[in-house]
């Protein structure tokens, strides 16, 4: 991210608040550095993420200031528990960087519970001399629950469940079948082979592929989306709930949608044995994955068999079973894709994401790592390959053209300093990285390489990650430094997300005869800064949702010790993941035995001052499960011996 100039005068700057925790909180400048440090006693009350004028009063060893004036609070209102001690009843926010415990007014129409979940309005904010007060304008439920942990991330982020009566009006009014008429005018692929691969869990298949093989050996792969932009039409109550949403979230046990259920699970799904309609890139390949021709086009297709990952990945290793020739030729044609963006550039993490397993009250009773096949890369390169070719058409329509609108995707390469840090730690590690910008992308995947399967496997997973920009949206395509792309967009998933219903809607216009009508009825810059806001809401809602069933499951481990790695190190601690479980906790500085333990963040590690013990991020550890704390969200572990 670009920092931009926020000083008003000298050593006066506007900043956004990072309160760590109780005792100081940062002022994260734009153009600074290094954030300023203000101590709890001159934060005026200012709370997390709230805008403020700061003064430096200390420039060095480190920055330091004091707050001066609150220019903007951020949060109106707040999601949490309660807790009734004695007759005060206080509020504590569920955010664990809001340190401030807020009381409760009486609410005649209410009655709670102590360590019930509540949505609270603000009605006065705390200072350093006087507790904040607050209304509570919602229960939620029992703090633990499902429904009331559920509740409580929609009401956080400020999600929508429900759809209102003229939208769902409108989706009632959609006919359940195409017309012959809408049929007749698509390229039809319903006699060809086609398949879908999801996850057993899923709900909605929004890509299929097809497979013929041509006379002359070579192959033709359709990658099918379903035509969403059939069914929401511009400017439509519909299309705009669908764009302030932005995006589908997939809470655990619970799913808040772009979409209506009646279009994202049924009349947009590419269900089997049921004629759909779908916007398709189709390619010609031959039998080295080399591209021989693009056709990309509205069809109707009829998708003849859904595989789940394990499905399919399971008929290829046995070489045997469902439409096996055609899972073995599209696997093929995919891993010379891969192999070849690999050598052009692309970068291959390996991160693995929990799954997790619930009873029929939603409480968590198995997390495992998710299973990663060969059928996932499958999917994905298709996938990559659709929306690299859409991107290219369309920029190579404008090249002529000069004024075709478009959103893309892009990721910037990595800031240059965090490059330089990542390149010392791996020196210090034994390894060689080059950090010349044409080099980094095979410098990645050769340390990520390198240190496969290796003590350091862990340190250089989540350091590489730490070194990346964020991808986002944008008009202007400046490539994709992960995938190696010069032109990416988002074209293969518009049932969950804004952006492609965007690209689907404005590709249709450019593939008409004559470049159709370009209307600028839209501000796309606009929309594409806010889906990727929305992006950012949803995987910190889903982050939010995992972490809290991660630490229900870890209170049934209260008291057992498990196999850990440790995947983060800090001042005040050393955080464990428990291999068997992907779960977090943290074994406190205070709490590590036999010696004064001090934070070397030079080295990534905790170092014992007397007898010079290290460990290191990556480093097994056994530990055991010491306290779990439902409502702080919290897993204190100590070292087993």
């Known amino acids: 991210m670009t920092r931009k100039n926020k000083k008003i005068k000298n050593h006066v700057y506007v900043g956004k608040v990072d ?49 001066i004036r609150i220019i903007k609070r951020t949060n109106p209102t707040l999601v949490g528990r309660i807790d009734v001690e004695d007759k005060k009843v206080i509020f504590i926010a569920d955010n664990r960087k809001i340190h401030y415990a807020i009381k409760v007014k009486p609410n005649k129409k209410l009655t709670w519970r102590n360590n019930e979940k509540a949505l609270l309005s603000i009605t006065t904010y705390p200072t350093v001399y006087q507790e904040g007060e607050g209304e509570v304008i919602q229960l939620l439920g029992l703090s633990g629950s499902h429904q009331a942990e559920t509740r409580s991330i929609i009401a956080q982020f400020q999600l929508e469940e429900a759809f209102n009566k003229d939208i769902e009006q409108e989706v009632a009014q959609l006919p359940a079948k195409p017309s012959s008429e809408e049929i007749a005018r698509r390229r039809d692929f319903r006699s060809i082979t086609t398949i879908t691969i999801d996850p057993a869990d899923a709900k909605d298949f929004d890509d299929a592929l097809s497979l013929e093989k041509l006379d002359n050996g070579d192959y033709e792969v359709g990658i099918h989306i379903a035509d969403v932009t059939h069914y929401v039409k511009e400017g439509t109550p519909l299309d705009q709930e669908a764009l302030k949403r932005g995006t589908s979230v997939y809470l655990v046990g619970n799913t808040v949608s772009m979409l209506p259920e009646r ?12 004629d759909r309609l779908a916007f ?100 994905e390169e298709y996938a990559l390959l659709a929306n690299r070719l859409v991107a290219k058409t369309v920029w190579q329509k404008k090249e002529k053209k000069k004024h075709l609108p478009f ?7 990595p800031d240059h300093q965090k490059v330089l840090e990542f390149a010392q730690l791996i020196r210090q590690l034994g390894y060689q990285f080059d950090t010349k910008p044409s080099k980094l992308p095979a410098s990645y995947n050769k340390i990520l390489t390198e240190t496969k399967n290796t003590p350091h496997q862990t340190l250089i997973q989540i350091r590489s990650i730490q070194t990346m920009s964020q991808a986002c949206y944008t008009t202007t395509p400046r490539g994709h430094f992960g995938l190696g792309f010069q032109y990416y967009t988002h074209f293969t998933s518009p049932i969950r997300r804004y952006p492609d219903i965007i690209t689907h809607r404005l590709l249709k216009q450019y593939l008409k005869e004559g470049g159709g009508n370009i209307l600028l009825r839209q501000n796309y810059e606009e929309i594409a800064r806010h889906a990727s806001i929305r992006e950012r809401v949803a995987t910190e809602a889903e982050r939010v949702s995992i972490q809290g069933k991660q630490v229900v ?89």
């Open 407 to 413: 959103i893309y995707r892009i990721h910037d390469q």
């Open 280 to 379: 398709s890139v189709v390619v010609k390949l031959d039998q080295d994955a080399n591209i021989k021709n693009v056709w990309i086009g509205e069809t109707i297709i009829h998708s003849d068999h859904r595989f789940t990952y394990d499905e399919a990945h399971t008929i290829l290793k046995e070489q045997e079973g469902a439409y096996y020739q055609e899972l073995l030729i599209l696997d093929q044609l995919a891993k010379k894709m891969r192999l070849r963006r690999i050598k052009a550039g692309a970068i291959c993490f390996e991160t693995t994401t929990p799954a997790i397993t619930l009873d029929q009250e939603g409480n968590p009773i198995d997390i495992k790592p998710k299973s990663s096949h060969t059928t996932h890369q499958l999917i």
């Open 553 to 641: 499951f870890m209170k049934k481990l209260e008291g057992e010790t498990h196999e850990g790695v440790i995947s983060g190190i800090t001042e005040w601690g050393i955080y464990v993941e428990l291999k068997k479980y992907k779960c977090e906790g943290m074994v406190r500085i205070a709490d590590i035995p036999d010696d004064y333990y001090s934070f070397d963040p030079k080295h990534f590690s905790m170092k014992g001052k007397r007898k010079g013990k290290v460990y290191r991020i990556g480093n097994d550890l056994q530990v055991k499960i010491k306290k779990v704390s439902i409502e702080k969200k919290m897993v204190d572990m100590e070292i087993s011996t």
């Open 19 to 67: 309160h760590v925790n109780q005792q100081y909180a940062f002022i994260v400048v734009d153009d600074l550095p290094k954030d300023i440090l203000v101590p709890y006693l001159y934060l005026r009350g200012a709370m997390h993420q709230d805008i403020v004028q700061v003064v430096m009063t200390t420039q060095f060893p480190k920055p330091e200031g004091r707050i």
């Open 263 to 274: 279009l994202a699970n049924d009349l947009c799904s590419l269900r089997p044995h049921e």
